[in-house]
């Protein structure tokens, strides 16, 4: 069965400060993996995704994400953090009609 | 304009109502899907289509139904409401499998159950 992991419920950084969120999954084949953001009151915006090719991946906002078969993680990066940042991230893997979600990483940031 | 849209946005009921949440698409996607939001447990399926005479149970079914009225259209009904039930709930929307695609979220409905 396919599941994904966020060890880290809540982080805090500094406005400026680079980003790193952990995101590790289970899944029988080369997988579909997503993160999404979600800010409060809001639905969930993807940030970025990735199905195949360069494990190195772009997305809106500055963020970039890895994936790493090796160590079954696709962890997600920004260098500098803004005050916007500040929102709950989730990561999900699976085929598109059946995600799985982590139970989410809060982003706090203080000045 | 919004592409997903849920109604209604915030509802507050009783133990034992019939509940339906409403959600609509202007995408012109095939595939609709509804999760809850609890805290701490991400986001879980509980049915999904794949067009108007495909749905599917997801992860978490007992206790909800749905119906899919349209390609645009698809509700999620809370036949006899609980307390446990209470959650943050959202539609999603995609493509056809043969797209590279994303599911697209609709902006959520907190429904509270007294």
């Known amino acids: 069965a396919q599941s994904v992991t966020q060890p880290d419920i809540h982080i805090t950084v500094s406005e400026g400060a680079s980003l790193e969120l952990r995101c590790n999954y289970s899944y029988g084949a080369t997988p579909y993996l997503f993160w999404y953001v979600q800010s409060p009151g809001q639905g969930l915006q993807l940030l970025l995704k990735y199905f195949s090719g360069d494990t190195l991946v772009q997305g809106i906002k500055g963020f970039e994400a890895e994936f790493k078969r090796s160590q079954s993680s696709f962890n997600l990066r920004k260098p500098s953090v803004h005050w916007s940042d500040a929102a709950e991230y989730f990561c999900a893997v699976g085929p598109l009609e059946k995600l799985t979600f982590g139970t989410g990483t809060r982003l706090t940031i203080i000045p | 304009d919004a592409d997903v849209t849920q109604t209604p946005r915030n509802r507050i009921t009783k133990t034992g109502k019939r509940i339906m949440l409403e959600c609509s698409q202007t995408k012109g996607h095939d595939r609709m899907y509804w999760y809850r939001q609890d805290p701490g447990l991400g986001l879980r399926l509980i049915y999904y289509?794949?067009?108007?005479?495909?749905?599917n149970k997801g992860e978490i079914s007992d206790g909800y139904s749905v119906s899919r009225q349209a390609q645009a259209k698809f509700s999620l009904s809370l036949e006899s409401a609980i307390p446990n039930q209470t959650a943050l709930y959202f539609c999603?929307?995609?493509?056809?499998?043969?797209?590279?695609?994303?599911?697209?979220f609709g902006p959520g409905t907190r429904l509270t159950v007294l």
């Open positions: 999603a929307t995609s493509g056809g499998a043969a797209l590279v695609n994303e599911q697209f």
């Open positions: 289509s794949f067009d108007v005479k495909d749905i």
